[in-house]
T-cell receptor
Framework: DTGVSQDPRHKITKRGQNVTFRCDPISEHNRLYWYRQTLGQGPEFLTYFQNEAQLEKSRLLSDRFSAERPKGSFSTLEIQRTEQGDSAMYLC?????????????FGPGTRLTVL | GENVEQHPSTLSVQEGDSAVIKCTYSDSASNYFPWYKQELGKRPQLIIDIRSNVGEKKDQRIAVTLNKTAKHFSLHITETQPEDSAVYFCAATSSVRSARQLTFGSGTQLTVLP
């Protein structure tokens, strides 16, 4: 499968625990995005990377959230001290910037449930 | 920042009829407008997109129209089939924004009745 992949697909955790999600973008895509989607809503932008540099963060991304893309390939999103309000689907998307292209391809998401 | 509104939130049509979903955006700098289809429990998938230098784009049974002056764009699905049932999201972004992040509408649950 050459699409965007995410792991795990589902995560159930207790409030206060830390969780980490992984995203593997389409190879050669230089941009990687994290979005959060709650039930009945469209995805909301959290942060993005161009290669290994994290260039923008949304105000939605509190200081309990941290994202990395150490080698410009896969990315991780960590949530510390999870809260029930963090329960959502976390989507990763990748794109190849250049030539005016903007298409973002999404992964299957990681569904987080905080008990 | 950009704000995208989408209507209706739910839409039921008979198989074979047409479906139209409308979106408005606020940022006049937005110049790329994709539409995503999301089936239950699955990833959003791009079905069609349009750039601000064109007013209409078609791909088989799907078409998108854009009115830059009014800042609205619409998705048209003709000859609907039960497999078209899903949630559809419109989105907008601008290539002049460094992140080019997508701002999504709140989605339309389309149900095609057999």
């Amino acid at each position: 499968d050459t699409g965007v992949s995410q792991d795990p697909r589902h995560k159930i955790t207790k409030r206060g625990q830390n969780v980490t999600f992984r995203c593997d973008p389409i190879s050669e895509h230089n941009r990687l995005y994290w979005y959060r989607q709650t039930l009945g809503q469209g995805p909301e932008f959290l942060t993005y990377f161009q290669n290994e540099a994290q260039l923008e963060k949304s105000r939605l991304l509190s200081d309990r959230f941290s994202a990395e893309r150490p080698k410009g390939s896969f990315s991780t999103l960590e949530i510390q001290r999870t809260e029930q309000g963090d329960s959502a689907m976390y989507l990763c998307a990748s794109s190849l910037v250049g030539g005016g292209a903007n298409e973002q391809f999404f992964g299957p998401g990681t569904r987080l449930t905080v008990l | 920042g950009e704000n995208v509104e989408q209507h209706p939130s739910t839409l039921s049509v008979q198989e074979g009829d047409s479906a139209v979903i409308k979106c408005t955006y606020s940022d006049s700098a937005s110049n790329y407008f994709p539409w995503y289809k999301q089936e239950l429990g699955k990833r959003p998938q791009l079905i069609i997109d349009i750039r601000s230098n064109v007013g209409e784009k078609k791909d088989q049974r799907i078409a998108v129209t854009l009115n830059k002056t009014a800042k609205h764009f619409s998705l048209h699905i003709t000859e609907t089939q039960p497999e078209d049932s899903a949630v559809y999201f419109c989105a907008a972004t601008s290539s002049v924004r460094s992140a080019r992040q997508l701002t999504f509408g709140s989605g339309t649950q389309l149900t095609v009745l057999p």
